[in-house]
């Protein structure tokens, strides 16, 4: 899902859920009157994506100087089959196949301005797995898009190990997007209509990162490459909690989880500034992870374009850092992008 203002490219991304509702309950609008509760909840599985018109984006970003090219690769589309309730394995099939026709359409007839994430019909794998080719040898997709979490599994849960095979084999990219644990929307009640937006989003990407290093999946399916959201959530700031944790396991553990370390690991990955780039999380993120992994991301539009890049430009990065942010660092991560 990447957006570049003014000579605008778009990526989109899908991934979807079968507990949304439950699972995003008391999630309120933000800076835009469509919420994440009212755009989820609106059918059983959910797609997120990037493929809205640049133009909107453009006019919020006129007073921002970011740069012309500038792709955003977390900005969120709504094809139409995602306004529709699903209920069961077939319809969540035919719902992602849908919204990957949608967003094609969208890429052919806008190529300068759209690219495309691959909406994939999780937890069903065998689904998943079918419409994994139909994405990468049909579409020609850059990418697919997942969700941290389904139900009560993670994305280094074994039972996803055949979508990570497929996956690792095609050295795909994968756009990981959190949506709240569907144990943790409501623990504390007077905080329960925020809790989500507060705290879970981001919690949710520390527990996806968490199980596929805990699973070995980042040592296993090395040739994947991972974009995590929001600069990794609560990633940079644990990593060194972590690297404790891990210094009291067994020599034989640590192997199998990294056996190049932590760090390693971790800094390999890729990270996203949506709804981040403020001051104290991009030290963060900066101060552990190598500026050739932060790409440029606006969750639109749950978040303003323009508040993003105001935040990003507040950050007096140098012109080189700016400039490998809004598109080079992407585009080394997706050539295809780069034309």
Same mark, same amino acid.
Request: glycine share 6%.
């Given at each position: 899902?990447?957006?570049?203002?003014?000579?605008?490219?778009?990526?989109?991304?899908?991934?979807?859920?079968?507990?949304?509702?439950?699972?995003?309950?008391?999630?309120?609008?933000?800076?835009?009157?469509?919420?994440?509760?009212?755009?989820?909840?609106?059918?059983?599985?959910?797609?997120?994506?990037?493929?809205?018109?640049?133009?909107?984006?453009?006019?919020?970003?006129?007073?921002?100087?970011?740069?012309?090219?500038?792709?955003?690769?977390?900005?969120?589309?709504?094809?139409?089959?995602?306004?529709?309730?699903?209920?069961?394995?077939?319809?969540?099939?035919?719902?992602?196949?849908?919204?990957?026709?949608?967003?094609?359409?969208?890429?052919?007839?806008?190529?300068?301005?759209?690219?495309?994430?691959?909406?994939?019909?999780?937890?069903?794998?065998?689904?998943?797995?079918?419409?994994?080719?139909?994405?990468?040898?049909?579409?020609?997709?850059?990418?697919?898009?997942?969700?941290?979490?389904?139900?009560?599994?993670?994305?280094?849960?074994?039972?996803?190990?055949?979508?990570?095979?497929?996956?690792? =084999?095609?050295?795909?990219?994968?756009?990981?997007?959190? +949506?709240?644990?569907?144990?943790? !929307? %409501? /623990? $504390? &009640?007077?905080? *329960?209509?925020?809790?989500?937006?507060?705290?879970?989003?981001?919690?949710?990407?520390?527990?996806?990162?968490?199980?596929?290093?805990?699973?070995?999946?980042?040592?296993?399916?090395?040739?994947?490459?991972?974009?995590?959201?929001?600069?990794?959530?609560?990633?940079?700031?644990?990593?060194?909690?972590?690297?404790?944790?891990?210094?009291?396991?067994?020599?034989?553990?640590?192997?199998?989880?990294?056996?190049?370390?932590?760090?390693?690991?971790?800094?390999?990955?890729?990270?996203?500034?949506?709804?981040?780039?403020?001051?104290?999380?991009?030290?963060?993120?900066?101060?552990?992870?190598?500026?050739?992994?932060?790409?440029?991301?606006?969750?639109?539009?749950?978040?303003?374009?323009?508040?993003?890049?105001?935040?990003?430009?507040? =950050?007096?990065?140098?012109?080189?850092?700016?400039?490998? +942010?809004?598109?080079?660092?992407? !585009? %080394? /991560? $997706? &050539?295809?992008? *780069?034309?």
């Amino acid at each position: 899902m990447a957006l570049k203002f003014r000579e605008a490219t778009n990526l989109s991304s899908g991934t979807s859920h079968d507990d949304a509702c439950d699972a995003l309950c008391g999630c309120a609008p933000r800076e835009q009157p469509l919420s994440r509760r009212s755009f989820l909840c609106s059918a059983a599985a959910a797609g997120l994506g990037g493929a809205l018109a640049a133009s909107p984006a453009q006019a919020q970003a006129a007073d921002v100087k970011m740069g012309a090219g500038t792709i955003d690769v977390h900005h969120h589309y709504f094809p139409p089959a995602t306004q529709e309730a699903t209920s069961t394995p077939e319809q969540i099939r035919a719902q992602a196949r849908a919204s990957n026709q949608y967003g094609a359409r969208m890429v052919q007839d806008y190529p300068k301005r759209f690219a495309q994430f691959g909406f994939l019909p999780m937890p069903d794998v065998e689904a998943t797995l079918q419409e994994i080719e139909y994405v990468f040898d049909v579409l020609k997709a850059p990418g697919v898009g997942l969700m941290t979490s389904y139900g009560d599994l993670w994305q280094g849960n074994p039972v996803f190990d055949p979508v990570l095979q497929e996956l690792h =084999r095609r050295k795909a990219v994968i756009f990981c997007h959190p +949506l709240p644990a569907q144990c943790c !929307t %409501a /623990l $504390m &009640p007077r905080v *329960a209509p925020r809790e989500a937006l507060f705290l879970e989003f981001p919690y949710d990407t520390g527990r996806a990162v968490v199980s596929l290093l805990m699973s070995g999946s980042f040592v296993k399916y090395r040739d994947i490459r991972w974009i995590f959201c929001h600069c990794g959530g609560p990633v940079p700031a644990l990593a060194g909690r972590i690297r404790n944790a891990m210094s009291e396991m067994s020599p034989e553990v640590v192997a199998r989880m990294a056996p190049n370390g932590l760090d390693y690991e971790l800094r390999r990955q890729y990270y996203d500034t949506a709804d981040a780039a403020y001051g104290p999380t991009m030290a963060a993120i900066m101060n552990y992870i190598p500026k050739s992994q932060i790409l440029f991301g606006t969750d639109y539009p749950f978040l303003r374009v323009q508040t993003n890049a105001k935040e990003i430009t507040d =950050r007096g990065l140098s012109a080189e850092d700016m400039l490998a +942010l809004q598109r080079g660092n992407v !585009t %080394a /991560l $997706m &050539p295809q992008l *780069a034309n």
